[in-house]
């Protein structure tokens, strides 16, 4: 029967308020222990910056590799959080170039900067959206790959260099990078240049992540000399967060990806991978012979044909029939479909979609409680990406979320759509730079 299907499903992906408790606390320990220096699922890496006091100035380029698109800007600040883009250009980016060699990559990435270039000098921030362990404002080495890339000679290496070095080969001598800059730290520092209350920045995309501002002193990792200023952003790459329970689709998902064992809540929040996920659950429905017939299995079975996009329209189908949904259905060839089983596949959705949104709730929330235990003050949360942008009702659970937890303190949090901060961030960064050497 579909129903007791749907009741094991739902038991699997509906998070109650103890669940959400509990991911609270085991994500602060884990905080802890990233910023401590002890073995943890989070890497809490030091940013090497914090957010601009809003009166940096001068025309910047922003480089921005993400998942899915890379993007050149050209930016101009004149200071008191205004900000104008002269030049933007915006490339996605072809799957072949996810498996190149390092040269490949950042060789393609050159070219791509080369075409918006004049001859003056310029500085750049470089905002490249993996995880990496920063050094310096400008220099970091890549960790190991997300989202699916995995270009041969860049992990381990850093990526500064590698970018470098590929200006080099295209003859650019007139550009230097200044800053390395995560996307969720580009978010947040964009955010901040108006915004004098932003201390967390996440993204919500292909991928996940998030970063705040910590106290320089608790960061127990520090070696070296502590940089002036009370405190620094520190990108947690809560995509790693390990400590989730997760469903018998999260597994199946995890043992085909390309990093098996890796950014488990990546895989169950980001939104290349949540049509995955209900690809899955429908590809069980339909060998239990509790939906479409066997022989559509077939159908739904390419891996990540399902894309995160089709749980949006299907979840903002307000048809009598159910109408939009079955036109989706038709592309994986379901000529006929039924009432009920539009209704059961929009229910999938629903449920993957509320479990990634109340898991990015209460993630957030622990963050927001180790900034600020007893919720006294205002904070601003940049957020950017396509599931929190697009999906229709992904940021009313994830603020529905937040209620649960905070209560009405709940109001003190706001979230923000913060778009294209992660190509204005960088210019910003490198503008924070730039001050900070004349200094
Ligand atoms: C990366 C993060 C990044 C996030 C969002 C993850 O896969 O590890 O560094 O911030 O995607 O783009």
Known sequence: MPSQFLKNLKEQFELKPADCREIISAFSREMANGLA??????????????VPKGDERGRFIAVDLGGTNLRVLEIELSGRGRIKKLKEKKFVIDKKYTRVSADELFGFIA??????????????????????????????????????????????????????????????YNLKITALVNDTVGTLVCRGYSDVHSDVGIILGTGTNACYREALAKIIKWRGTKPSGAKMIVNIEWGNFNKLTVSCYDRQLDRASENSGEQ????????????????????????????????????????????????????????????????????????????????????????????????????????????????????????????????????????????????????????????????????????????????
């Open 37 to 50: 220096g002890r073995k943890s699922s989070l890497k809490m890496i030091p940013a090497y910056v914090d």
């Open 264 to 439: 488990i809540l990546e895989k169950m929040v980001g939104g290349m991978y949540l049509g995955e996920i209900v690809r899955l659950i429908l590809v069980d429905l339909c060998k239990k012979d509790l939906i479409f017939d066997q022989r559509d299995t077939a159908l739904f079975g390419r891996s990540k044909s399902f894309k995160s996009e089709y749980m949006s329209e299907i979840e903002a189908d307000c048809t009598a029939d159910l109408s939009r949904t079955k036109k989706i259905l038709k592309y994986f060839g379901i000529k006929k479909c039924s009432f009920s089983q539009a209704a059961l596949v929009k229910k999938v959705c629903e449920l993957v979609a509320a479990r990634a949104a109340n898991i990015s709730g209460s993630c957030l929330a622990a963050v927001i409680k180790r900034i600020d235990p007893a919720l006294k003050k205002k904070h601003t949360v940049a957020i950017d990406g396509s599931v929190y942008e697009k999906h229709p009702v992904f940021s009313r659970q994830m603020r529905k979320a937040l209620k649960t937890i905070f209560g009405q303190k709940a109001k003190k949090v706001q979230m923000v759509l913060t778009k294209d901060g992660s190509g204005v961030g960088a210019a910003i960064i490198a503008a924070v730079a730039a001050k900070a050497k004349k200094k």
């Open 111 to 172: 070219k791509k900067i080369k075409d918006l270039l004049r001859w003056q000098p310029i500085e750049a921030g470089f905002t490249f959206s993996f995880p990496v362990r920063q050094t310096a404002i400008a220099s970091g080495v890549l960790a190991h790959w997300t989202k699916d890339f995995c270009a041969k000679g860049v992990v381990g290496k850093d990526v500064v260099k590698l970018l470098e070095r590929a200006l080099y080969r295209q003859g650019i």
